[in-house]
């Protein structure tokens, strides 16, 4: 009967019923004996779902100019019967002055090579080398942004757990939804964007996401907390999210921290706090001003490990009405649901923020550069 009135809301849109926190088996639980695993080549593969998913893979550039940048492919199928891929581009000037540029453009022959370790379409590509080291995206889809850039892992690539995989539904064995996360936590980034402004320089540093979102997202996920924090020696990156009252409005966070050739530590027991916030008087959320991050774990070798970036938010980069700007696929798969208003905050703090690590009782502070976003849903 569960799986009926989920089914039923997965087509109508909706609410769904209240579940309980049972209903989600968080990859935390995978966590308490396999914090995390490093990704291997297979483990990049697109799932490209024949059923209601959400599944992207988004690069962000930190640039040696000040410039961030991000792209992104979103594949997307609503119920088996529409399936829909764009491809976004967004640049934030670092003089404050610059309006920010965002594109987002439909993908036509879409398809993937014969491993799904690639995407192909009409004027865009984001292929992984075959030693799964490096993507490299280019996109003429739009002629505002003609994106050339490749992105080089310096440190292994990461899932929390043994598969990265959150999972929903009454029946642990038989879940009706899913969410999972992988991340390549530092890079390089090399390339540019061209605009009608002219060339935007890339190089510098860079960061890796793929999620999959295995149900209607807003099913999944109430509120959502990132930041991507790469400074000369060290990348912290953390995802966490809080269901819906329907799974409990229970919190998963997935998180790690990185140096060149090596992960730190990874996994399930960090922490993001929205240590003061103000009522966003359009839309009444709780935008954030003051945030602290914090990750905890241990090294291969058994060295406890403590980090923190805290501070400021400063001056928000962009406010983005999701149902307004994101493609029209987002806003069938969230068509209907009561209560849905989603709003992303995003945020690069200036002064910059510093990283406080420690290691094995071992301290270092380093100032780097942050991108950080808070996600409201319902």
């Known amino acids: 009967m569960n799986w009926l009135k989920q089914q039923a809301a997965n087509i109508a849109g909706t609410q769904e019923p209240i579940y309980g926190p049972s209903a989600l088996q968080s990859v935390a639980k995978q966590a308490e004996t396999t914090p995390y695993t490093e990704l291997q080549k297979e483990d990049l593969k697109w799932a490209a779902m024949d059923s209601t998913n959400a599944e992207t893979q988004t690069f962000y550039m930190m640039a040696e100019s000040g410039h961030i940048g991000m792209a992104q492919v979103i594949y997307s199928n609503v119920a088996g019967i529409l399936t829909t891929c764009h491809f976004n581009t967004k640049i934030f000037y670092p003089d404050h002055q610059t309006p920010t540029l965002w594109s987002s453009d439909s993908l036509d022959n879409y398809s993937f090579d014969e491993p799904h370790l690639s995407f192909h379409a009409t004027n865009c590509s984001v292929t992984l080398s075959e030693d799964a080291t490096f993507y490299t995206i280019k996109s003429a889809t739009n002629q505002s942004s003609i994106v050339n850039v490749t992105i080089t892992r310096t440190a292994p690539g990461f899932q929390v757990g043994r598969n990265g995989k959150s999972f929903y539904g009454t029946d642990p064995d038989h879940p009706w939804g899913s969410m999972r996360h992988t991340f390549w936590p530092r890079c390089t980034a090399q390339g540019s964007i061209l605009t009608k402004a002219g060339e935007v320089d890339f190089k510098g540093r860079a960061f890796f996401q793929h999620a999959l979102q295995g149900m209607k997202p807003h099913h999944a996920a109430a509120r959502w907390k990132f930041i991507s924090m790469q400074s000369p020696t060290y990348s912290a990156v953390m995802m966490e999210f809080t269901t819906p009252p329907s799974y409990g409005s229970s919190v998963v966070n997935v998180g790690g921290l990185a140096r060149d050739g090596a992960i730190i530590c990874a996994g399930a027991s960090n922490s993001a706090t929205h240590t003061s916030v103000k009522q966003d008087a359009e839309n009444d959320w709780p935008e954030p001003e003051t945030v602290k991050f914090e990750w905890s774990g241990k090294t291969k070798e058994g060295e406890e490990v403590q980090a923190v970036v805290e501070g400021g938010l400063g001056r928000r980069l962009d406010r983005v009405d ?26 690069s703090p200036e002064p910059k923020l510093s990283l406080k690590i420690s290691i094995g009782g071992e301290e270092h502070v380093e100032e780097g550069t942050v991108f950080t976003e808070a996600t409201f849903i319902s």
């Open 322 to 347: 999701i149902m307004g700007e994101v493609p029209g696929f987002i806003k069938k798969i969230a068509g209907g649901v009561s209560g849905a208003k989603p709003w992303i905050y995003q945020y």
